[in-house]
């Protein structure tokens, strides 16, 4: 009798917690090195992070309306930007990282429904906590984040709005060419 592999899929919740987990215990032991040098920095979160993203969602969520008039050379290139200005957006917050506790708060959703909300927040010395929340979507590969919203602003929103600009002054290859120019700088 021939079975088919069994493997265990992480949970959403494990999984944001061994991504943090492991970035922050290197980000904790390495901590002036990653200041002097923010593209070592930007490659951890590169290998380790963004892996566990859904670019192709979160374009699709950024490029709102404008989703369906990018042709195909232009989204891989758009996907390939947007990930880099993701790494280094992603990079400098965690920069500003000083050992603060990291809490996990209930999900939203159902794993079943596969649609959740792994929900963190940092907490701030004299202040308010930082919300931080994750929303993932089962797929063949397992969980993937599709959005980020921090302190209740979601990271594709925001960018769907400065996609939007982009796109109406210049169109898309406008696009491109600011996400090309804005990573250039960082």
């Known amino acids: 009798m021939v079975t088919a592999p069994v493997y265990a899929v992480e949970g959403p919740e494990q999984l944001i917690k ?9 980000l904790k032991a390495n901590t002036s090195t990653y200041q002097e040098q923010p593209e070592l920095l930007n490659k951890l979160v590169d290998e380790v992070v963004l892996p ?36 280094r957006t992603y990079g400098s917050a965690l920069l500003e990282y000083s050992d603060q506790a990291l809490v996990y708060l209930p999900m939203e959703g159902a794993e079943a429904d596969g649609d959740v909300t792994v929900r963190t927040e940092i907490e ?42 982009a796109i109406k002054k210049n169109g898309i290859d406008g696009l491109i060419e600011t996400l090309k120019a804005r990573n250039a700088k960082q």
């Open 18 to 26: 061994s991504i943090a987990d492991r970035v922050l215990s290197k």
């Open 52 to 87: 566990n993203f859904d670019f192709s969602a979160m374009t699709d969520l950024a490029l709102g309306r404008y989703k369906d008039k990018i042709n195909a050379e232009q989204k891989p290139v758009i996907e390939n930007e947007f990930r880099l200005l993701l790494v």
């Open 124 to 165: 701030q010395s004299g202040g308010f906590p930082i919300p931080i929340d994750y929303k993932l979507r089962l797929g063949d590969a397992g969980w993937k984040v599709y959005d980020v919203s921090v302190d209740e602003v979601s990271l594709v929103t925001n960018y769907r709005s400065s996609f939007a600009r």
